[in-house]
């Protein structure tokens, strides 16, 4: 079992709807949870970071955390083109300080 | 902040040719990753360093492959001798301990093609 898994996608919606990106990770002791977009030939940056239970908003993005269920997403609400990338779901672990372990990426593709 | 810095930003090198990335991190981050991204494989870790010293090189393909960090500035990936599979995007990051539960920053990347 992979230490992070993500709905491989591609994702393809509609401008003005809810895109829902999915990721689970192995590791129960799990802390911090990250959500990174790439787009197309540049580099990952971070837009969503979580550590608690429940959800965590920023503008259209919300990050939805339940440790239970080993389980975290991310929701673009009201997607637009520009939301068109990969997302990269990323856990660091209990017991390595430091390193992030990353997901495959959902490729999202928003349509006008 | 200037950011990641990574250098070359491109690199297209025959087989056999010894290939070497360099990568300064964000000044007073103490932790420094090497990543290899591939369409096939994804985004790897190859090695990491905390305080410059390797924490965990268990990534790194073989021996044809080595990172250092002699300073708290500066890193190196070499690939010696290099090959075809090699041929990939290679990413600096660095993070600091304890700031927002050690959020990494990635440099632009380096694109490898090794012919």
């Known amino acids: 079992q992979k230490e992070v898994e993500q709905n491989s996608g591609p994702l393809s919606v509609p401008e003005g709807a809810i895109a829902s990106l999915n990721c689970t990770y192995s590791?129960?002791?799990?802390?911090?949870f990250f959500w990174y977009r790439q787009y197309s030939g540049k580099s990952p940056e971070l837009i969503m970071s979580?550590?608690?239970?429940g959800d965590k908003e920023d503008g259209r993005f919300t990050a939805q955390l339940n440790k239970a269920s080993q389980y975290v997403s991310l929701l673009i609400r009201d997607s637009q083109p520009s939301d068109s990338a990969t997302y990269l779901c990323?856990?660091?672990?209990?017991?390595?300080?430091?390193?992030?372990?990353f997901g495959r990426g959902t490729q999202l593709t928003v349509w006008p | 902040d200037a950011g990641v810095i990574q250098s070359p930003r491109h690199e297209v090198t025959e087989m056999g040719q010894e290939v070497t990335l360099r990568c300064k991190p964000i000044?007073?981050?103490?932790?420094l990753f090497w990543y290899r991204q591939t369409m096939m494989r994804g985004l790897e870790l190859l090695i990491y360093?905390?305080?410059?010293?390797?924490?965990?090189d268990s990534g790194m393909p073989e021996d044809r492959f080595s990172a250092k960090m002699p300073n708290a500035s500066f890193s190196t990936l070499k690939i010696q001798p290099s090959e075809p599979r090699d041929s990939a995007v290679y990413f600096c990051?660095?993070?600091?301990?304890?700031?927002?539960?050690?959020?990494?920053?990635f440099g632009p990347g380096t694109r490898l093609l090794v012919l």
């Open positions: 990051a660095s993070s600091l301990a304890g700031e927002q539960q050690e959020t990494q920053y």
């Open positions: 590791d129960r002791v799990s802390q911090s």
């Open positions: 979580i550590y608690s239970n």
């Open positions: 990323a856990v660091r672990r209990g017991s390595t300080l430091g390193r992030l372990y």
């Open positions: 000044s007073g981050h103490d932790y």
């Open positions: 360093f905390n305080n410059n010293v390797p924490i965990d």
